[in-house]
C-alpha cells in the first residue's frame, strides 16, 4: 500500500515492479496540489487500486490470506448488538460526534469513558466506516 510518492522516489519503484509482476498494489490518493502525492496519482492511472476505505484494505489482505475479514462479527464477549453490527456504546459515542471534527478532549469528557476505551470504540467505529479520525478531531461519517 502506497500511502505517499513523489514522481522519483523508492516506493513509487517499488510499487511499479509490483504492479509489473501482478501483484496488488493498494494507493491512497491525496490532494491533486500535494508533490508527494503525484506518485500515487501516477499509480493509479498505471492500474493500482484505488483505496478509499479500510474495509477495502481488510478485503485485499483478507484475500491475499485466504480468508475474509468479518468486521462486524461480535466476539464471544463483546457487548449486545443491535441493528448493523453497531453495539449500544457505540450508537451512544455516535450520538456525540458531529460531522464536523470533534476535539478527542470533547469525547473523553462528554462520554466519561476512559482514554484506552474510546481509543477502541473509535477503532470499532472507524474500521465499520462510521467515523474518520483527523487532526482536528473525529469526525462522523454516517
Known amino acids: 500500500m502506497v500511502v505517499e ?34 506518485g500515487c496519482h501516477r ?39 443491535s441493528m448493523d453490527g453497531v453495539n449500544c456504546l457505540h450508537i451512544q459515542l455516535l450520538e456525540q460526534i458531529e460531522f464536523e471534527p470533534t476535539p478527542l478532549d470533547d469525547l473523553l469528557s462528554l462520554t466519561k469513558l476512559d482514554a484506552l476505551e474510546l481509543a477502541e470504540q ?7 466506516g462510521l467515523v474518520l479520525r483527523t487532526a482536528e478531531g473525529v469526525k462522523r461519517l454516517k
Do not use: M, W
Open 43 to 81: 499509480l493509479i492511472r498505471d492500474g493500482a487500486c484505488l483505496v478509499e476505505s479500510a474495509d477495502q484494505v481488510l478485503e485485499t489482505i483478507g484475500s491475499l490470506l485466504s480468508f475474509q475479514f468479518n468486521i462486524d462479527t461480535p466476539a464471544s464477549d463483546a457487548k449486545p448488538q
Open 122 to 128: 473509535l477503532t470499532d467505529l472507524e474500521l465499520q
Open 5 to 38: 510518492a513523489s514522481n522519483r522516489s523508492g516506493s513509487l519503484i517499488t510499487a511499479r515492479l509490483a504492479l509489473e509482476q501482478g501483484r496488488e498494489v493498494l494507493v491512497l490518493p491525496g490532494s491533486i496540489h500535494d508533490p508527494l502525492k503525484t
